[in-house]
Nanobody, 120 residues
Framework: VQLQASGGGLVQAGGSLRLSCAAS????????MGWYRQAPGKQRELVAS???????NYADSVKGRFTISRSNARNAAYLQMNGLKAEDTAVYYC???????????????WGQGTLVTVSS
């Protein structure tokens, strides 16, 4: 299973970006999908997550500005980021709990990360 994240880039403060995460490979079902980020010198932190039935969870720092969504049919997750701030600058990683077959327990996978830089 591979997770491919895309959509990062350079944006001015107040601007918007939309990140995409596409899962591929041997996939029977994907449980929770999420976005994490890691800023220089800081630990990786959860930004947002979404379950199969669409229940969402957000870090307090992004509530009201970021929206996570997913397409179960496409094995994909998205992160719409509005009102970006300089402190949102980080490498953003996609994460997913994937069942490869009906008989196997879910395994956790990480994407390669996509850099988001917000200039102030």
């Amino acid at each position: 299973v591979q997770l491919q994240a895309s959509g990062g880039g350079l944006v001015q403060a107040g601007g918007s970006l939309r990140l995409s995460c596409a899962a591929s490979g041997n996939i029977f079902w994907i449980n929770t999908m999420g976005w994490y980020r890691q800023a220089p010198g800081k630990q990786r932190e959860l930004v947002a997550s979404i379950t199969t039935d669409g229940s969402t969870n957000y870090a307090d720092s992004v509530k009201g500005r970021f929206t996570i969504s997913r397409s179960n049919a496409r094995n994909a997750a998205y992160l719409q980021m509005n009102g970006l701030k300089a402190e949102d600058t980080a490498v953003y990683y996609c994460n997913a709990d994937v069942k490869e077959t009906v008989f196997r327990v879910a395994r956790n996978y990480w994407g390669q990360g996509t850099l988001v830089t917000v200039s102030s």
